[in-house]
């Protein structure tokens, strides 16, 4: 199944872009390589290969949730430009 020069056309149109006649050419020919390749690809006998959703056995790969001590309020707030009883003051927006 290959791509054609006016199909190459449409897709731009439909995705808004400008191309010029060599772009079109080169995509062509490109995408034809890829469509080529997964032809090549659909013949291969996958029937005793195990669907995978991932190439690494990762099983939760989350650090443990622990409580670490904080940085001090105080310490914060000190470069804030506004604080009020230990909060970031900040003008009300409506």
């Known amino acids: 199944m ?3 020069k006016a199909e190459v056309e449409h897709v731009a149109m ?3 872009l400008e191309l010029s006649e060599a772009d079109v050419e080169r995509y062509t020919t490109q995408l034809n390589a890829i469509l080529d390749y997964a032809q090549r690809l659909q013949a291969l006998d996958t029937k005793d290969v195990p669907p995978t959703a ?4 990762l099983h939760n790969v989350m650090r443990d949730d622990r409580i670490d001590p904080s940085m001090d309020r ?3 707030v000190a470069n804030a430009p506004e604080e009020e009883d230990g909060f970031f003051r900040v003008p009300r927006i409506v």
């Open 74 to 76: 105080e310490k914060i």
């Open 54 to 57: 991932h190439v690494f056995p």
């Open 14 to 16: 439909l995705a808004r």
């Open 2 to 4: 290959a791509l054609t």
